[in-house]
């Protein structure tokens, strides 16, 4: 993958501007999976202009356009805190692959999205801006936008489906492994559809607390990374700020900052709309399902790109067993809460000193190269996780493998036997399969259904890893 050089930049604003431009301080930014991300300066005779571009790599994680993208910034100007758009090239010119550039806002904090308590005690000031900006563009009339003029307006009772249809296929194209707790949460999702929406408008996507740029004091600065942005129920957006993946480790509290029902309350003042409960649940589940397809997609794209982007793995690892876990404890299994054993076998005293060696290094790198530093810096993060994986990795394995067995019963299918990692996962997978077509024909009988739901929820903490950070 080509590096951007501030001479190809320079080419363009030149003939854009018509004037000469020279460029400094190129430097490429972390975050964000689907777009390379760069801050520059752009000098003219008359002023500096400090400006962000976003590229499309040769091959994105999630199928988005850089025009969406700014046609969503020009839409969202004036109702949310947006960098303002300036200049959209979807056939590359100088630069090779389409790329948009914005506006660069400085002075502020963007949290991480595993941080744990992030934003202190300005966490409810930032939460009344952050929920009650969503709230805003839940109200606004999207008619005659930038974005309207390029993206489809469902219509009210065809928004879940829409959105329900394109996340499943995601998860059916890229899911290495079956995957019966997303399964079950799409089959009770197509077997109790949400009213349809009280208004249609535009949907961020990705609307998160690791997205929205604040001043430390409880002001929303910018809300970015609009790729995923379309026109549906704005409960959809509402639904994944909600979803307890992004809760910073405090359960109960919204995006980390106000708790959940003061979150729905502020977006209800602001919309002007009322939350239904039921519709409510509906897009919570849709969220977390949502969610679970992005994580796989990383997954795949990890192993498919040959392995050279850490946060890719980290998504499609340690934050979708997080997000089983969720699914599973929404779909109703009982609570099931082991205690976490510290690793302490060879490999993972191992894995632990390479971890904190190279967040040492990544942290040094860091202050001279952003981007270089964090991509060391999550690296370590996976060796980390890797020292809890190898404690667990059979153990978990086998102990679904005789659940699912248990639960098929007579009906389960014969399978290779093995201690490998390889051939525990060949065998997990035939099972799972199985247990998929078992749930999709007892879905109707609660009965029947429990001891799936309760595996789910046992499966998900058997797997999940603990943030080590």
């Not at 563009?137 to 309207?148: E, R, S, W």
């Not at 993946?245 to 509290?253: E, N, Q, R, S, V």
Request: net charge negative; proline share 6%; hydrophobic share 50%.
């Amino acid at each position: 993958m080509s590096a951007l050089t501030a001479t190809e930049i320079e080419a363009y604003l030149t003939r854009l501007w018509q004037q000469p431009v020279r460029v400094d301080a190129l430097a490429r930014i972390p975050g964000g999976a689907s777009r390379e991300t760069y801050r520059f300066d752009a000098h003219t005779d008359a002023e500096r202009h400090q400006l962000i571009l976003r590229r499309e790599p040769a091959k994105g994680l999630i199928d988005t356009e850089s025009a969406t993208e700014f046609r969503a910034y020009q839409s969202a100007a004036g109702v949310v805190p947006v960098p303002r758009a300036i200049a959209l090239e979807p056939d590359g010119a100088e630069l090779g692959r389409p790329f948009f550039i914005m506006q660069r806002i400085e002075g502020g904090e963007v949290a991480g999205s595993f941080a744990r308590d992030p934003f202190g005690a300005s966490a409810p000031a930032l939460g009344e801006e952050f929920f009650g900006a969503l709230g805003r563009l839940a109200a606004h009339d999207a008619a005659g936008t930038p974005l309207a003029d390029h993206a489809a307006m469902p219509a009210a009772d065809e928004c879940w489906r829409i959105a329900l249809d394109y996340w499943d296929g995601v998860i059916e194209e890229d899911a290495l492994l079956p995957q019966p707790i997303a399964r079950a949460a799409i089959r009770w999702l197509r077997a109790n559809p949400p009213p349809p929406a009280q208004r249609v408008g535009i949907v961020h996507g990705d609307y998160r607390s690791g997205n929205v740029m604040h001043d430390g004091a409880g002001k929303m600065l910018a809300m970015f990374d609009w790729e995923m942005a379309h026109f549906g129920d704005p409960l959809e957006d509402l639904g994944w700020a909600l979803d307890p993946i992004w809760d910073h480790f405090t359960p109960g509290m919204a995006s980390g900052m106000v708790p959940r029902a003061d979150a729905i309350a502020i977006w209800e003042r602001a919309s002007g709309l009322t939350v239904d409960p039921a519709a409510m649940r509906w897009w919570s589940l849709f969220a977390s399902v949502k969610g679970a397809a992005i994580w796989l997609s990383a997954f795949r794209e990890f192993v498919d790109g040959g392995r050279q982007d850490p946060v890719l793995a980290v998504s499609g690892w340690y934050t979708l067993r997080r997000q089983d876990a969720i699914i599973a404890a929404q779909l109703g299994g009982s609570v099931f809460d082991p205690v976490p054993a510290l690793p302490s076998s060879d490999l993972a005293q191992v894995l632990i000193g390479a971890g904190i060696a190279a967040a040492g290094a990544g942290e040094k790198m860091g202050a001279v190269d952003a981007f270089a530093g964090s991509t060391l810096t999550v690296a370590a993060l996976l060796a980390l996780l890797g020292a809890q994986e190898a404690e667990k990795a059979a153990a978990w394995r086998r102990a679904d493998i005789a659940d699912m067995r248990r639960l098929l019963g007579d009906d389960a299918p014969v399978t290779a036997e093995g201690e490998t990692l390889a051939a525990l996962d060949g065998i997990w997978s035939t099972l799972a399969s199985a247990l998929i077509a078992h749930h999709d024909r007892v879905a109707t009988d609660a009965d029947a259904e429990r001891p799936l739901l309760d595996f789910y929820r046992e499966s998900a903490a058997r797997r999940e890893l603990a943030w080590p950070l």
